[in-house]
């Protein structure tokens, strides 16, 4: 097996992986590698749309404080304070630096980046291109990366596992989707930037590739997974594939209605209305469509309205032109003069891989930045437009401290036995001679049916113990799902099986802290117990592998500036 060799390697690209692997490749002396298993440019990154949020316009009203204290609200007062503090501090460095870097702002008359309200924030503080923001923040970074020679990249590669020896980092392997290779990289420092996992769910804004692959190897590897019951519902899933419709429209002014017609979030969040955060407009939906007050909407799927036709033909063409031209494309229909029938879908992991303040995970030599990450920023709720934020911020420590590692480790850390390594390549092709009955793809609706079912907007405990039930049972069928294409090059229904387990084992952690976390806090919501309870659970879950299943532990919250209080919009 070929061995190659980078001082730091940054597996995932988009906005956290192409950020840490600019910052790590500012040191000239150190090699560096970023793989992704799509085209660089092709991380779901790329699919965000209404905005960034920073503090810009200290002088109009603005403050470090408000950013950090609507945060804190907003994570149900789960997020680590220390954290959101820093973050606060450093995204508005991020975004000048972006500017300098080419990005093509939307722009105010005076020619200053402009910004937009977002859910769940008291002050428009939502930086933004049109609604296409991911992908211009993507190409700024990307192009800048072209920059520096000391870095190799390897497209369409599929990470299978984190390498540690003795406690420590050494490497990765990887199978190369193009050429059929598998080999391994070894390492001195790794960033995990691996984003999200929401393709569990059947009903989801998600790319079909954030199947949490970082997050699953991690936790294999020993890594805590921490906080993954919190699971964010976007309120706005365009029905019925689930594509999104930015938060954006209604920080434009769109509103939600019922079947009536009427602007139900007043019962719900009179101050805040379409802008309260996500979970609790998420929940108001849900409420409304189970009460019967939903909308038909395609398929007979039921639906709320998110109304934009009084907005107007210029504003809905300047600043959403992607929302108009999916709506027309794929429902057939024009926001200019219809409403969109929306519902909630899976959006975000407000878990991830456990960190510190600088997104150092436990293992020496390994940080995690971005989605799969958690620090914890978002505690119970994420805000809108927090996340590419995030991304950037840790993006750009966990590429700093890994190089500053890298570059004070003389030698390469051994890799593990040739044997061991050859194991994890037989592991994977072996499947080949399964002649199982299940294929992936049968496995993984069954996962999706299961988690959209019992573990979505409200969960009660029955319903997760029945999920729970299905998913060790559709674990024990990974080992032996039918691969029907035994070519090692673009091989989709292998890479299926494999993602299929890598969401077999995260569910299994979701529905297990959320069955354990007896209270509702966030975007956990149980039926069975609706409040929260700060006596009991203030405190983060930790997730531990072992073959039977997650042990959890849990870790106090930091709490530095506010003490928990009722959160009100
Ligand atoms: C439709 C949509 C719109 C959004 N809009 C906004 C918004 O307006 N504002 C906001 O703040 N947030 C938004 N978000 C959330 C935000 O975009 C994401 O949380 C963020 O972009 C995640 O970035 P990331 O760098 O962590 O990972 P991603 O961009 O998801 O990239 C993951 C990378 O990891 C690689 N990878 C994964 N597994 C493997 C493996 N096994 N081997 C090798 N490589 C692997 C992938 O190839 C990819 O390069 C949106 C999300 C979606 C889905």
């Given amino acids: 097996m070929r061995k190659l060799k980078h001082d730091v390697i940054v597996v995932g690209s988009g906005l956290a992986g192409l950020r840490a692997a600019i910052e790590a490749a500012r040191n000239e002396k150190l090699d560096v590698g970023i793989i992704s298993k799509v085209q660089l440019m092709r991380s779901h990154s790329v699919c965000a749309e209404g905005g960034t949020a920073a503090v810009m316009q200290p002088e109009l009203g603005d403050s470090l404080e408000l950013h950090a204290w609507d945060t804190v609200r907003g994570a149900d007062f789960l997020a680590d304070q220390d954290v959101v503090w820093r973050f606060v501090e450093e995204i508005p460095k991020e975004l000048l630096l972006l500017e300098h870097w080419g990005i093509p702002w939307s722009r105010r008359k005076d020619g200053r980046m402009d910004q937009r309200p977002f859910g769940g924030h008291s002050y428009d503080r939502a930086t933004f291109a049109a609604d296409k923001t991911g992908f211009f923040e993507m190409q700024a970074l990307y192009d800048t990366l072209q920059k520096f020679e000391n870095v190799t990249r390897y497209d369409e590669c599929y990470v299978s596992s984190i390498l540690t020896k003795n406690g420590q980092f050494c490497g990765v392997t990887v199978w190369s989707l193009t050429t059929g290779e598998f080999f391994a990289v070894q390492g001195k420092a790794m960033v995990i930037a691996t984003g999200g996992a929401c393709r569990m769910f059947g009903f989801t804004t998600y790319s079909l590739t954030a199947t949490g692959d970082g997050m699953a190897m991690a936790y294999r590897a020993g890594l805590p997974i921490k ?59 849900q409420t409304e469509i189970e009460e019967g007050r939903g909308v038909t909407g395609p398929e007979g799927i039921m639906a709320i309205n998110l109304d934009l036709t009084h907005l107007g033909a210029d504003k809905i063409n300047e600043r959403l032109p992607m929302i108009r031209e999916v709506t027309i494309k794929l429902n057939f229909i024009d926001p200019i003069k219809e409403p969109i029938p929306i519902r909630p879908a899976a959006h975000y992991f407000m878990g991830g891989v456990h960190t510190d303040l600088d997104g150092a995970t436990p293992v020496p030599g390994i940080w ?202």
């Avoid at 004070?408 to 009955?437: H, M, V, W």
Wanted: contains cysteine.
């Fill in 227 to 285: 906080d993954l019951e919190f699971v964010q519902f976007h309120p706005t899933g365009l029905v019925p594939s689930g594509i999104l419709i930015t938060e954006a429209a209604r920080g434009e002014g769109a509103y939600l209605r019922n079947v009536k017609g009427e602007r139900f979030m007043e019962k719900y969040a009179k101050a805040k209305m379409e802008l309260a955060p996500r979970d609790i407009v998420s929940r108001s939906e």
């Fill in 368 to 569: 995690c930045s971005g989605e799969a990450a958690c620090g914890s920023l978002h505690g119970a709720n994420r805000l809108g437009s927090n996340s590419t934020a995030e991304c950037l911020v840790w993006g750009k420590i966990t590429g700093d401290k890994a190089a500053e590692f890298a570059a004070k480790t003389q030698n390469y850390p051994d890799l593990p036995p040739d044997s061991a390594l050859q194991d994890e390549e037989n592991s994977i092709f072996k499947r080949f001679s399964n002649n199982g009955k299940e294929t992936s793809f049968a496995v993984r609706k069954e996962l999706q049916k299961t988690m959209d079912g019992e573990v979505g907007v409200f969960r009660t405990g029955d319903g997760l113990e029945k999920a729970l039930n299905r998913i060790k049972e559709l674990r024990k069928l990974v080992p032996y799902l039918r691969v029907n294409d035994t070519g090692r090059i673009y091989n989709t229904d292998l890479m299926s099986a494999l993602e299929a387990g890598n969401l077999l084992d995260l569910s299994e952690i979701i529905v297990t802290g959320a069955l354990a976390r007896k209270e509702s806090r966030g975007a956990h919501s149980r039926r069975d117990f609706p409040t929260r309870d700060d006596v009991n659970w203030l405190k983060h879950t930790m997730a531990y592998y072992t073959p039977q299943g997650p042990r959890l532990d849990y870790i106090p919250v930091t709490i530095t500036m506010w003490q928990p209080v009722e959160r009100k919009y």
